[in-house]
């Protein structure tokens, strides 16, 4: 190729590219600079675009922020110089958001409004605890940018904000534990009145919106984090209502409530299932009236009052979060079961046992009694209603005297010196099972009701019930009064006394209708206190179920 033409080519592909710059950046800024209803795609349809062949959406993806978010606050200055609020003195504490964002004809914007709470923001001292805000402002998706502005309290499309909290299970969890298990002040969100702030300030709030990773979210990637300021300027020149003051929170899994809260009542559902076994058990091992006679009145009362109480409280938990009534109510339903049907049942054949019958007697004296008992017991269970609900900043410590249902029965044992009254299973499976709920509540660390863990409390209730559970058990064993020395014991009958030998050289038992050889002493021989003879074996046996003279049927002291 010559010189010549070889100039002239270049100066053709230097005009191509020069015009191609020039229509580029012409016609391209024009559309960039075009306002926003006018342009084809909005911003984030773009990035979505760029981004659709990935697994992750793209940075400006739309993520919908509606939920409940929980956190802290504090003030950016140490002190809070705040000339309408006196009182707020504290520099920090926790927070609860509840926001809704709504799409709107702006491509890329959201409205958003809802309520945020803080709590502890005054002095203990100080009749209010927590501040509430009502506020409102736009989620701007494709930038992550969150800005709310207090609404001055008035009514929106959202309604009422507290009827939103009133229906979020989160909430309504909280407040029935903070309500029965009396938490922290922080936890009382209902407990005392609301100081709306936004009545009395301009509140302005700029926050980032973030995405919890997998690693710290356990794999859920529909949680957030925000992260923002929260300033009031002045209007009237009176200065700020308090300083600025930092936020940030994380929002919370409601699902993850449904999930522990349905897996608890499971749990309770097949404790009751275990405890119904028990009873049966035990019933078997007491099948006649001598053998119930043994067993505290007391100790199956004061269970079936716990029984009562749990089933009360399920079945409020159930009303109250109307979204989980079935897994509450059908716990409530099994508790019902067994303190109804199966622990009155028992009670009523333990009162019976221990109830001499006359032959003579009415049927109206025995309703009259039956309806005393009764009233006791409709009426204890009443009162430790009104009891629990006067002393209520003493809960755990309640809790913890409701426990000692095995106390009645260890002085029975020592008053009566029975003989083996409880099956070894019984107590062993009731101790266990009745420690489950309490160490759930107030041990389990992510708990559904979200009460703070107290291991000490759990520790020292496991320790009491074990150490009644140990009692019972050695009593079972050793003897009731095995830790009782013999020199404060009263004198008790000896069924291996001397007698006559020659008044009688043989006998017959009546219990096995063999001969017992009189003539040569031996431990094989026992004589009642109306003088009958019987094998050792035979009456030992005879007394673990019936106290009474297998001849003539007169009651027997214990052996």
């Known amino acids: ?112 409004q809802g309520v945020i709470i803080f709590h502890g923001v005054f002095d203990d001292e100080h009749d209010v605890a927590r501040a509430k805000i009502r506020v409102e402002g736009v989620y701007i998706w494709p930038f ?50 609301i100081y709306e702030m936004e009545k009395h300030c301009n509140i302005e709030i700029a926050a980032q919106i973030s995405r919890v990773s997998s690693m710290q979210n356990d794999g859920d990637h529909d949680r957030y984090h925000l992260d923002g300021l929260m300033e009031t300027p002045s209007v009237d020149d ?6 600025p003051m930092l936020l940030n929170a994380t929002s919370v899994n409601v699902e993850v409530y449904y999930n522990k809260a349905v897996n608890y009542t499971l749990m309770v559902t097949f404790i009751s299932f275990l405890q119904v076994l028990l009873l049966i058990r035990q019933m078997e091992h007491s099948n006649t009236h001598s053998g119930a006679a043994k067993v505290s009145i007391l100790m199956i009362g004061h269970q079936a ?160 019930m074990g150490f009644q559970a140990s009692i019972l058990l050695l009593q079972h064993y050793f003897g009731s009064r095995w830790f009782i020395p013999r020199q404060i014991l009263p004198e008790k009958y000896s069924y291996y006394r001397r007698f006559d030998p020659a008044a009688n050289n043989a006998t017959d038992c009546v219990i096995c209708m063999t001969t017992i050889e009189l003539s040569h002493r031996s431990n094989d021989c026992m004589v009642t206190p109306c003088d009958h003879f019987f094998h050792s074996s035979c009456l030992q046996r005879w007394m673990d179920i019936k106290m009474e003279c297998p001849t003539c049927r007169r009651p027997l002291p214990p052996s």
């Open 1 to 112: 190729m010559s010189p010549m033409k070889s100039w002239n080519f270049s100066r053709v592909l230097f005009r191509m590219v020069f015009g191609s710059w020039l229509i580029i950046s012409v016609v391209w800024p024009a559309n960039g600079l075009r306002p926003l209803r006018q342009r084809p795609k909005s911003w984030g349809d773009e990035w979505l675009l760029v981004s659709k062949d990935e697994h992750e959406l793209g940075p400006f993806s739309s993520w919908n922020i509606t939920g409940t978010y929980k956190g802290d606050w504090r003030f950016l200055n140490s002190a809070n110089n705040s000339s309408k609020f006196p009182d707020f003195k504290k520099s920090k504490g926790n927070s609860v958001l509840e926001l809704m964002s709504t799409p709107t004809k702006i491509t890329g914007v959201h409205y958003v």
């Open 144 to 193: 992550r940018q969150l800005r709310m502005v207090g609404n001055s309290g008035k009514e929106s499309e959202f309604g009422q904000e507290d009827d939103y909290i009133l229906s979020n299970p989160y909430h309504l969890l909280g407040v029935f534990s903070s309500q029965v298990f009396q938490e922290s002040p922080q936890e009382k969100i209902w407990k005392t009145p």
């Open 238 to 243: 009176d200065g700020d209502c308090f300083s």
């Open 305 to 464: 009052i716990m029984d009562a109480y749990i089933c009360l409280l399920h079945l409020t938990a159930g009303i109250l979060v109307e979204s989980l009534f079935n897994a509450f109510a059908t716990a409530a339903f099994f508790k019902f079961v067994v303190f109804s049907i199966f622990e009155m049942r028992y009670l009523l054949a333990i009162w019976k046992a221990n109830r001499p019958m006359n032959n003579g007697e009415n049927w109206e004296a025995m309703r009259r009694e039956l309806s005393a008992l009764y009233s006791r017991f409709y009426g204890i269970l009443l009162g430790g209603i009104l009891v629990t609900y006067e002393f209520l900043k003493y809960f755990r410590f309640i809790l913890l005297l409701l426990h000692s249902f095995w106390i009645p029965q260890i002085i029975i044992n020592i008053v009566r010196d029975s003989r083996k009254p409880l099956h070894p299973h019984y107590i062993l499976g009731i101790t266990i099972t009745r420690l489950a709920v309490p160490l759930y509540a107030f041990g389990c660390p992510h708990n559904f009701m979200r009460i703070e863990p107290d291991k000490k409390w759990c520790v020292c209730l496991s320790i009491f």
